[in-house]
């Protein structure tokens, strides 16, 4: 089974600054079954990256992903307001799993 | 445009059953997978499975396995997904969203564009 395992747990920063949250897998895994999905309080996820690194539709470009084998990335450029939330790794695919989520918060 | 509109909330005891619907629009069910996806309260998100209303086919979470039933209605655009011998931990918001295998013209591939809608989420409370 594989474990997908973000860091860090909570991100702490100002409207404006570059956020890079990690996401490590426990073995190998296809770049194009790794998607980062965004949640605010109360709401569905939101799917923002698949395949690693292609933005979902809507998805702004401030919003990157990057990454293979056991190690990828979401960087958000410059953060606005409403980009404070929690963020999701996923491998889906031939086996589905989360990572356990990191907090973008405000400092 | 694409939508999917769960049932209402339920509160259950625990042993018992519960089923909620997903009713897709916008999109033809067939062709997609639908997954579901819960999240206990102040909990990450648990993938709980998947099925292709193409055929039929399943994958569910080995955890889960033995308790869980996903079905589809094609003819309504709905899926379900069953719980039974629900127990405390078991309360969380359950969501349904499309994804997991793509399938046309007789064949049908992992989807690679993640989870790309979901539906609003359903409350299930299992309390005695």
């Known amino acids: 089974e594989i474990v997908l395992t973000q860091s860090p747990g909570t991100l702490s920063l100002s409207p404006g600054e570059r956020a890079t949250l990690s996401c490590r897998a426990s073995q190998s895994v296809s770049s194009s079954f790794l998607a980062w999905y965004q949640q605010k309080p109360g709401q569905a996820p939101r799917l923002l990256i698949y395949g690693a690194s292609s933005r979902a539709t809507g998805i702004p470009d401030r919003f990157g992903g990057s990454g293979s084998g056991t190690d990828f990335t979401l960087t958000i450029s410059r953060l606005e307001p409403e980009d404070f939330a929690l963020y999701y790794c996923q491998h889906y695919g031939t086996s589905w799993t989360f990572g356990q989520g990191t907090k973008v918060e405000i400092k | ?128």
């Open chain 2, 1 to 128: 445009q694409v939508q999917l509109v769960q049932s209402g909330a339920e509160v259950k005891k625990p042993g018992a059953s519960v089923k909620v619907s997903c009713k897709a629009s916008g999109y033809t069910l067939i062709n997609y997978g639908i997954t579901w996806v819960r999240q206990a309260p102040g909990q990450g998100l648990e993938w709980m499975g998947w099925i292709s209303a193409y055929n039929g086919n399943t994958s569910y979470a080995q955890k889960l396995q033995g308790r869980l039933t996903m079905t589809t209605d094609t003819s309504t655009s709905t899926a379900y997904m069953e719980l039974r011998s629900l127990r405390s931990d078991d309360t969380a918001v359950y969501y349904c969203a499309r994804g997991g295998l793509y399938c046309n013209f007789g064949t049908c591939y992992y989807y690679s564009y993640g989870l790309d809608f979901w539906g609003q989420g359903t409350t299930v409370t299992v309390s005695s």
